[in-house]
Each structure stands twice: as structure tokens, then as C-alpha cells.
């Protein structure tokens, strides 16, 4: 009598043991599928980032086709674009703006320096319509507060203008900015009347960590910023 209990629960223990096991391995398959999901978002996050890049500039497609605006990376052009994208700068240090090259928006197109991205497009009207455009520049993604350092330096037309953000005291412009961004996530917008047949503005956009920022510190190693400059017609005639 004994032996038959003592088998009963030997088969018993046998089951749960069996049980158990099948419950780890689907608890360890469950996590193997959410270790191989994370690991491919990261991937298509990293591939999407390099494909556009750490600056991308837009336009609507409808503006493009309907009305002719276009983007270029030089003055002349063979066929239109709705987007462009710069070329991106990994591990960039610190410099200080005074340390550009002085024919820094005489370039076309990515002409980036080890510490620096600048990167120089045309906004043309191929169309028949004089327009009237705006242009916006936002801050799309930013980790380890590296904008606190950030200088955006735009040339419209060899007109330049350089934004940084707000002290972090609150206390107004970094002394080296000609203007504070204009938000926590819009740097700069612009507008242009009159934008007549044929026209051709000249954008350039340089972005360096300006290293005599006191905010320029080793909190902000690691940081990456994105930005994206959009243009839109808001009047045709």
C-alpha cells in the first residue's frame, strides 16, 4: 500500500515538475520575442535616423506640383524635390563659433567639418505664380539637453543669423546669439513676400556646440539633436 502512495506521488511531483517546465519555456520564449522586437525598433530607429539624417529639410508635395516651389542643392537643378537631407556628424566636440571657416555658406550642398554641420540648399519657384512662403525650423528630437549648447547659425541669402536657446537662468540671449530659439521646439521661422517666377532664396545652416557656452559641460556627452526646416506657401498670385 505504501509503494502505490508513494508512486501516486512520485507521478505527481513528475506532472508539476513537467507543468513548470513547460510554463518557463514559454515565459522564456515570450521574452526572447519581446528581446528580438526591442532590438529590432532600435534598428529601424537607427536606420531611419541616419537614412534622413541630423538635418532634413521639407516641402509640401502639394506646393511642389501645384504651385512649382522646389528644393536643390544647387542653383541649378534637373529635376524637383520635396525633401533634402544632410549629412550627419558623429562624436562632434566642442568649438567655438569664431572658428568657422569664413566661406562657410559659399558651398553646396553637405559640406560638414569634424566638429560642425553645415549644409547649404536653394528654395526655388519654377513655377508661373509670384508666392509668398514661411519657413519653420523645429527641434524634432534632443536627448541629454545637448541644445542647451546647441548654436544654429542660418544664412538667408549671405545674411546670417545665429540662435541659440534661452540662458539656462532665464535670463535672455547667450552673447554670441542674435536671437533665442523661438520656442522649446521651433528655433527660427521666416517668411518671404513677392517670392516672383524663377526666384531663388539661398539657405545655409550651420550647427556647432559652442564650447564657451557654460552650459557646454560633460553632462551633455553622449546628446544628439535632430532638426527639420519645413516651407510652405501661405499666398499665390
Known sequence: MDEKIRDVLE????AKEVKRHVV?????SLLLIILIAIVAIAYAFSYFYDKYGSFTVKISKYDMLQQGLTLSETPE???????????????????????????VDMVNGSHNGDSYIAYTFYLINSGDDTLTYTGKMTIENITNNVDEAIRIAVYVNGERTVYG???????????????EFKS??????NKHKDFE??????YTVVIWLEGNDPDCT????????????????????
Open 165 to 179: 536657446k534661452t540662458k539656462s537662468d532665464g535670463s535672455g540671449k547667450e552673447s554670441d546669439c542674435d536671437k
Open 218 to 237: 560633460d553632462d551633455i556627452i553622449g546628446g544628439t539633436m535632430k532638426l527639420g526646416m519645413d516651407f510652405k506657401i501661405t499666398e499665390s498670385t
Open 11 to 14: 507521478l505527481r511531483r513528475t
Open 24 to 28: 518557463l519555456m514559454r515565459i522564456m
Open 197 to 202: 517666377p524663377k526666384a531663388k532664396d539661398k
Open 184 to 189: 522649446s521646439t521651433i528655433v527660427m521661422t
Open 77 to 103: 537643378y534637373d529635376k524637383a524635390n520635396a525633401q533634402l537631407n544632410a549629412d550627419i556628424v558623429y562624436d562632434m566636440t566642442n568649438i567655438s563659433g569664431n572658428d568657422l571657416p569664413a566661406n
